[in-house]
């Protein structure tokens, strides 16, 4: 996401517009403080399949998740091989 300036948002506000157009959201700052977002708006096809969504999840067909997957515990690698050198030893 890029990060802007009110003050340079208004002075170059057609390069950051090109940029929405582009798919890239936008977030505004005032005083190093983020006030809010410029999205690029939903495609056709993001309508409909959001609408489609919410029709399987009323008919029951589908339930949403709730609540966030858990990190867990970070993974510790033990010392080897990088996976650099496995591919190079596998290719030959």
């Known amino acids: 996401m890029v ?3 009110s003050k340079q948002l208004k002075n170059r506000l057609g390069k950051y517009l090109e940029l929405v157009r582009q798919g890239n959201p936008v977030q505004i700052t005032n ?3 983020p006030i809010g ?3 690029p708006a939903q495609s056709r096809q993001a309508t409909e399949d959001a609408a489609r969504l919410a029709r399987l999840v009323a008919e029951g067909a589908v339930k949403l998740g709730s609540g966030r997957l858990s990190r867990g515990k970070p993974t510790v690698l033990k010392p080897g ?4 050198e496995m ?3 596998e290719r030959r």
Request: glycine share 12%; net charge neutral; with cysteine.
């Open 31 to 33: 005083r190093g403080r």
């Open 81 to 84: 091989p990088s996976i650099l």
């Open 37 to 39: 977002c410029i999205i």
């Open 87 to 89: 591919l190079d030893e």
């Open 3 to 5: 990060t802007v300036g």
